[in-house]
C-alpha cells in the first residue's frame, strides 16, 4: 500500500466510524443535529443566514429502512438505495446543505486589509496550506468568491477537486478575504461541528471519487448541487474532536512511511538498473553461459559473412566498398591490432575487457549494412498522409517497438532521404543527450528520421543478440558525442563501434538466458 492510498484508507475509516472507538456516554449526534437547527433558525431570523431550499430529516425506520422527511411539504420517501455504507450507532445521516451553509456572504468596510487567495496559493493534499496576497476589501469583495475566517472551503474545479485543494481558512486580515471563483465554501453554524472533521470529510475518498462533472475536458466543474445534497455521516461533536485527534496523530507517520518507502523505491530502482547493466556486462564478457566445444568459433562465423557479403556483391545488392573486411587479432605480445588490407594498427587501446578464446571482437560495419533517416517536407501535408510507420528518437522502446506517434506515404518515403528498413533491423538513437544510445528492434518495416541510424538484418546473426551487446555500450556511444545543447553522434561512429561476437549458437543461449534473468528482475521489481 502506497502512501496515499494510506491517507485515503485513513479518512475512508474515519468518515465511516472505524478509526476510533464509540463512546456511548456522548451526545448523539441526533441531538447535535437538532441544536444545528436551532442555531440556523436563529441566524435566519436574524438574517445573518438563508434559508435552504429543501430541508429534510433522515431517520431510520422501525422497519430498519432510511427514509427522508422534507419538511416544507410533509413529502416523505424512502432513501435505501443512496445510503452508501453502515453507520455506527449515535450517527445520523444528513445531507451537507443541512449542516452548513453554502457560498455565505461577508460584510466589511471597503477600506480595510483582506487576504486575497488565487488558485495557486492553496495547497493541493491532505492539509490545510496556503498563502495569500493582502488587498484592500473594495478592490476584491466583487468578481470573486469571499470568505472569513473559520470558513472551510475546496476546488470545485478539475483537477484541482481530485487533488484536494481544500483548508480552513484562519488568521486572515481582519478576518476576510477573497480568491478564485473556482472555490466552493462552506460555513457551519455557530460552533455546532468540528472545522477540521469536515475538511478531513471533504479530502475522503466517498467526497472525491464519487463526484460528477460537467464541462470541456481542461475545465471541469463538479455538477451543480452535488455538494447541497450529498450526504453527510455525522458522528457525536466528542467523536469527530476524537476522529480528527487520530487522523492527526497518524497522518505524520504516514509521512515518515511515504519518505521510507520513495527512498525504498529510488534504491530498489537503483538495484535493478546496476543489475540489469552487471547481467548485460557479464552477458557481453561471455560469463552469463559456458562456452561449448561443439559452438564453433566466431572466427568461423565471421567467415560466413565474409562469404555472404561476396554472394551479394556477385548479385548486385552490394557495392565493393562494402566488401572492405577488417581483422581484429591478438598477438604474441598479448595486444590487439586490427588488420585492413596491408595496414595493421594496435587498437589495443580500444579494447574494454577480455573475451573467451571463441569470440572475436569486430566492428559493426563488418556484420551489418547501415543507414541514417530523414523527414519529409513539412511544407506538404500529404507526404504525412500515409500508413508508413516514421521512427523518431521518442518513439524507443525496449526491446521491440510496433508503433510510431507518426506515419508518412509513400510519396513523403520517396521525396526524403528516409529509408523503409524491413522487420528486424536493429535502431540506434544517435540525437537527444541522454537517448543517444538508445535501441530497438522493429517488429514490421518502417522508416525513421535523421535522428536514428538502422541496422539492415543479417541472418547469421541472433538480431537480439546484438541488440543487446549495443545497448551495453549505450555509455561508450554517448561518450563520443558531440555539440552543444543538443549533443549527437554520427553513423561513422556507430559503424566504427566494437563488439564482443560469439559463435551463433552461444548468441541464441545467452539472450535464453538473459531474457530468463531479467523475466525474474521484473517480478521482483513489481
Known amino acids: 500500500m502506497t502512501a496515499d492510498q494510506l491517507r485515503k484508507s485513513i479518512l475512508q475509516q474515519a468518515i465511516q466510524g472505524k478509526l476510533v472507538p464509540q463512546d456511548p456516554n456522548d451526545e448523539p449526534a441526533s441531538v447535535l443535529l437538532e441544536r444545528i437547527r436551532e442555531e440556523k433558525a436563529r441566524l435566519i431570523k436574524e438574517k445573518k443566514a438563508k434559508r435552504e431550499k429543501n430541508p429534510s430529516i433522515i431517520y431510520r425506520g422501525e422497519d430498519n429502512s432510511y427514509y427522508e422527511e422534507f419538511t416544507a411539504t410533509g413529502e416523505v420517501k424512502c432513501i435505501d438505495d443512496e445510503i452508501p455504507f453502515d453507520l455506527p450507532d449515535g450517527w445520523a445521516w444528513t445531507r451537507l446543505e443541512s449542516l452548513f451553509q453554502i457560498s455565505p456572504k461577508v460584510h466589511a468596510d471597503d477600506h480595510l486589509s483582506a487576504a486575497f487567495i488565487?488558485?495557486?496559493?492553496?495547497?493541493?493534499?491532505?492539509?490545510?496550506?496556503?498563502?495569500?496576497?493582502?488587498?484592500?476589501?473594495?478592490?476584491?469583495?466583487?468578481?470573486?468568491?469571499?470568505?472569513?475566517?473559520?470558513?472551510?472551503?475546496?476546488?470545485?474545479?478539475?483537477?484541482?477537486?481530485?487533488?484536494?485543494?481544500?483548508?480552513?481558512?484562519?488568521?486572515?486580515?481582519?478576518?476576510?478575504?477573497?480568491?478564485?471563483?473556482?472555490?466552493?465554501?462552506?460555513?457551519?453554524?455557530?460552533?455546532?461541528?468540528?472545522?477540521?472533521?469536515?475538511?478531513?470529510?471533504?479530502?475522503?475518498?466517498?467526497?472525491?471519487?464519487?463526484?460528477?462533472?460537467?464541462?470541456t475536458a481542461n475545465q471541469q466543474r463538479i455538477l451543480v448541487g452535488y455538494l447541497e445534497s450529498k450526504l453527510f455521516p455525522l458522528p457525536p461533536l466528542a467523536e469527530q474532536e476524537r476522529i480528527v485527534a487520530k487522523i492527526e496523530e497518524l497522518m505524520p507517520w504516514v509521512e515518515q512511511y511515504g519518505k521510507a518507502q520513495s527512498e525504498l523505491e529510488q534504491l530498489n530502482n537503483s538495484l535493478q538498473g546496476r543489475l540489469r547493466k552487471s547481467i548485460l556486462q557479464y552477458a557481453i564478457e561471455g560469463k552469463l553461459v559456458p562456452q561449448q566445444a561443439e559452438d564453433g568459433s566466431a572466427e568461423e562465423l565471421l567467415a560466413e559473412i565474409q562469404a555472404e557479403k561476396q554472394r551479394l556483391y556477385a548479385a548486385g545488392k552490394l557495392k565493393k566498398k562494402d566488401l572492405a573486411h577488417s581483422t581484429i587479432f591478438r598477438a604474441e605480445?598479448?595486444?590487439?591490432?586490427?588488420?585492413?588490407?596491408?595496414?595493421?594498427?594496435?587498437?589495443?587501446?580500444?579494447?574494454?575487457?577480455?573475451?573467451?578464446?571463441?569470440?572475436?571482437?569486430?566492428?559493426?560495419?563488418?556484420?551489418?549494412?547501415?543507414?541514417?533517416?530523414?523527414?519529409?517536407?513539412?511544407?506538404?501535408?500529404?507526404?504525412?498522409?500515409?500508413?508508413?510507420?516514421?521512427?523518431?528518437?521518442?518513439?524507443?522502446?525496449?526491446?521491440?517497438?510496433?508503433?510510431?506517434?507518426?506515419?508518412?506515404?509513400?510519396?513523403?518515403?520517396?521525396?526524403?532521404?528516409?529509408?523503409?528498413?524491413?522487420?528486424?533491423?536493429?535502431?540506434?538513437?544517435?540525437?537527444?543527450?541522454?537517448?543517444?544510445?538508445?535501441?530497438?528492434?522493429?517488429?514490421?518495416?518502417?522508416?525513421?528520421?535523421?535522428?536514428?541510424?538502422?541496422l539492415y538484418p543479417n541472418k547469421l546473426l541472433c538480431t537480439r543478440y546484438i541488440y543487446y551487446a549495443v545497448l551495453a555500450n549505450k555509455t561508450a556511444l554517448q561518450e563520443q558525442s558531440a555539440g552543444g545543447a543538443q549533443k549527437n553522434i554520427n553513423q561513422k561512429i556507430i559503424n566504427e563501434l566494437l563488439l564482443p561476437l560469439p559463435p551463433l549458437a552461444e548468441q541464441q543461449r545467452i539472450v535464453s538466458k538473459l531474457e530468463e534473468v531479467i523475466s525474474v528482475l521484473n517480478r521482483l521489481g513489481q
Open 118 to 215: 488565487p488558485m495557486e496559493a492553496i495547497t493541493a493534499g491532505y492539509g490545510s496550506e496556503y498563502r495569500f496576497y493582502e488587498r484592500v476589501w473594495g478592490s476584491i469583495k466583487s468578481g470573486y468568491t469571499v470568505f472569513s475566517d473559520n470558513d472551510i472551503a475546496f476546488a470545485k474545479i478539475t483537477p484541482c477537486f481530485q487533488n484536494r485543494k481544500s483548508v480552513i481558512f484562519e488568521g486572515l486580515p481582519n478576518g476576510i478575504g477573497a480568491g478564485t471563483t473556482e472555490l466552493k465554501v462552506l460555513r457551519t453554524y455557530g460552533e455546532t461541528m468540528i472545522r477540521r472533521f469536515a475538511l478531513y470529510f471533504l479530502k475522503s475518498p466517498y467526497f472525491i471519487e464519487e463526484a460528477s462533472f460537467k464541462g
Open 333 to 454: 605480445d598479448g595486444m590487439y591490432y586490427e588488420q585492413v588490407g596491408k595496414t595493421i594498427t594496435c587498437i589495443n587501446e580500444e579494447i574494454p575487457f577480455a573475451i573467451p578464446e571463441s569470440w572475436r571482437w569486430v566492428r559493426i560495419k563488418m556484420l551489418y549494412q547501415t543507414s541514417s533517416g530523414g523527414t519529409p517536407d513539412r511544407g506538404h501535408p500529404e507526404y504525412y498522409a500515409g500508413g508508413i510507420p516514421w521512427v523518431k528518437v521518442g518513439d524507443l522502446t525496449d526491446v521491440e517497438i510496433s508503433t510510431t506517434e507518426e506515419t508518412i506515404s509513400s510519396r513523403g518515403l520517396d521525396s526524403s532521404s528516409a529509408k523503409l528498413f524491413p522487420q528486424g533491423t536493429i535502431l540506434i538513437a544517435m540525437y537527444c543527450n541522454d537517448a543517444i544510445g538508445k535501441s530497438c528492434i522493429i517488429s514490421k518495416p518502417m522508416t525513421t528520421n535523421q535522428a536514428i541510424c538502422g
